[in-house]
């Protein structure tokens, strides 16, 4: 089994900085993307960044410019910097890992349990 565990969500105000941490821990040989989504109660989660073994990177849209994703491949750690921070990016932040749990077999997902993000004056 692979666990992800979240932390640094928190209350900010606008214009103001986060630091999302996740660690993957657990039955790993290898992970392939690491990524952020985001939900909103009631609505689909969303994706907010990917990054990739290789350490390339995808941003969704509404966050180019402002937020960068980052990995610790040695710690398992995948991290979120959220700069400008804008009201509507209040939502509650999960981590998702892609896992081979043993050399050679398939990747799978995993998910963290979430970590809410306020962003409010």
């Known amino acids: 089994q692979v666990q992800l565990v979240e932390s640094g969500g928190g209350l900010v105000q606008p214009g103001g900085s986060l630091r999302l941490s996740c660690t993957a821990s657990g039955s790993i040989f290898s992970i392939n993307a690491m990524a952020w989504y985001r939900q909103a109660p009631g609505k689909q989660r969303k994706l907010v960044a990917t990054i990739y073994s290789g350490d390339s990177t995808e941003y969704a849209d509404s966050v180019k410019g402002r937020f960068t994703i980052s990995r610790d491949n040695a710690k398992n750690t995948v991290s979120l910097q959220m700069n400008g921070l804008k009201p509507e990016d209040t939502n509650v932040y999960y981590c998702?890992?892609?896992?081979?749990?043993?050399?050679?077999?398939?990747?799978?997902?995993?998910w963290g349990q979430g970590t809410q993000v306020t962003v409010a004056s």
């Open positions: 998702y890992a892609k896992v081979s749990s043993v050399q050679g077999s398939d990747y799978y997902g995993y």
